[in-house]
């Protein structure tokens, strides 16, 4: 029914919901836009689950997400998307033993990213940005990481991913379900804690986005949707004082009760108390009496952006591997453009300077300044200064 027309899809792999995105794309001098959304699902599967404690993907967790990938895969297929695109982020970033979910998840003919905390972000802003003409701060409560974006139309100020999420709190303070007046005074320091970088922001000008499960689920509870509206909720308006009503609607019920607030997904039950306070610091911390929310999000960002692919990305890799090679006849930067190139499609960043000293790196930064200076491409030229700017904190 779809075939032939400018139909894209892309999965987005949470620490505990997996969630499909299909729309229709035109091509405009500004570049890809959403024509038609076609297709929103989402499907809590749980991937994260103990992550936070073993360092590994439960192998009951990523049976779960494959057989959601695979509802997916076919979904995708009935609307004509010959190439889908899947990207996974916190606990698949987080976990040692992340190959074999994404080579399993190549299997099912789905291609993955593990993207980095700060592509997660960029990709938030980007979706926003289509949405938003005004300087914006966009946050992403997900289950491990939570992304802070602020910027204007396609310019970013500011991008930062810290590891705070709904389902890393829980875990972490509220196990036992437990939920006494001390352990959510001490989960809320450790949120303020972590989020003191946002201090260099809170006094600029900005309107404050909110995207994801935790917040869009405020307004689904608050308004009492026996069935969930995304039109009526993209842009609603959430006040402190609603966010404060909801968290006290929560912590009122046992987790039973819990997962029959209406308005309020089931498998979302155990988690929703912790996304509540990180969503409820955050504002306090800011001191912002109100957020939108937003269904424009990082799925929004990935399926209309230029795709750059791996092999563009690996063919700038090797150039300046070569480049370096034939200057000084010296290897060790390779480890370091490699470490970018791992960072950037996989999410992990090895250390490859072990057996470097400070002389060899300062030798290595002098080498590749002298490469870029010569780089015509500007594209280039800024990847390669990236790989630089990694250089120089290892002398920090």
């Not at 949707?225 to 609603?242: G, R």
């Not at 092999?311 to 970018?340: H, P, Q, T, V």
């Not at 080498?367 to 920090?396: C, P, S, W």
Request: aromatic share 8%; with cysteine.
């Amino acid at each position: 029914m779809y075939q032939g027309k400018n139909i894209k899809g892309v999965i987005d792999i949470g620490t505990n919901s997996c969630r499909l995105f299909i729309a229709e794309l035109e091509n405009t001098s500004e570049g890809k836009k959403i024509k038609r959304e076609l297709v929103k699902d989402v499907e809590i599967v749980k991937l994260g689950e103990g992550v936070n404690k073993t360092h590994n993907l439960n192998p009951n967790a990523i049976k779960r997400t494959l057989d959601c990938l695979k509802k997916y895969k076919e979904k995708a297929s009935s609307y004509g998307v010959e190439n889908i695109r899947a990207f996974a982020t916190s606990a698949v970033r987080d976990a040692e033993n992340r190959e074999v979910f994404l080579q399993e998840v190549s299997k099912l003919g789905i291609k993955i990213e593990c993207i980095s905390g700060k592509t997660e972000a960029t990709l938030n802003f980007l979706g926003n940005s289509l949405v938003f003409k005004d300087k914006i701060l966009v946050v992403d409560i997900g289950g491990g990481s939570t992304e802070f974006t602020l910027g204007k139309d396609k310019t970013i100020d500011f991008i930062q991913s810290i590891n705070i999420g709904a389902v890393r709190a829980t875990e972490k303070f509220f196990s036992d379900n437990d939920y006494s007046e001390e352990k959510i005074e001490k989960c809320k320091a450790w949120i303020r804690k972590n989020l003191e970088i946002l201090k260099t922001i809170k006094d600029r000008d900005f309107k404050l986005i909110g995207v994801a499960g935790t917040a869009t689920t405020q307004i689904s509870v608050r308004d009492k949707m026996e069935i969930y509206d995304s039109s009526k909720v993209h842009m609603a308006t959430l006040t402190l004082d609603e966010l404060k009503e909801n968290l006290s609607l929560f912590l009122s019920k046992n987790f039973e009760e819990r997962k029959k607030i209406v308005g309020l997904e089931e498998k979302r039950a155990d988690v929703i108390i912790a996304g509540t306070l990180i969503l409820l610091t955050i504002l306090e911390e800011l001191n912002q009496e109100q957020i939108i929310i937003s269904e424009s999000d990082n799925l929004s960002g990935a399926i209309t952006r230029e795709e750059e692919t791996m092999s563009e990305r690996l063919e700038w890799i090797m150039e300046a591997y070569e480049s370096f090679r034939k200057s000084s006849g010296r290897r060790l930067i390779a480890g370091n453009i490699f470490d970018y190139f791992m960072q950037d499609f996989r999410g992990e960043m090895a250390d490859a300077y072990d057996i470097a000293t400070k002389e060899e790196i300062r030798e290595d930064i002098k080498t590749l300044a002298d490469i870029i200076y010569q780089e015509e491409d500007k594209h280039k030229r800024e990847f390669l200064v990236e790989i630089l700017v990694n250089l120089v904190k290892m002398l920090g």
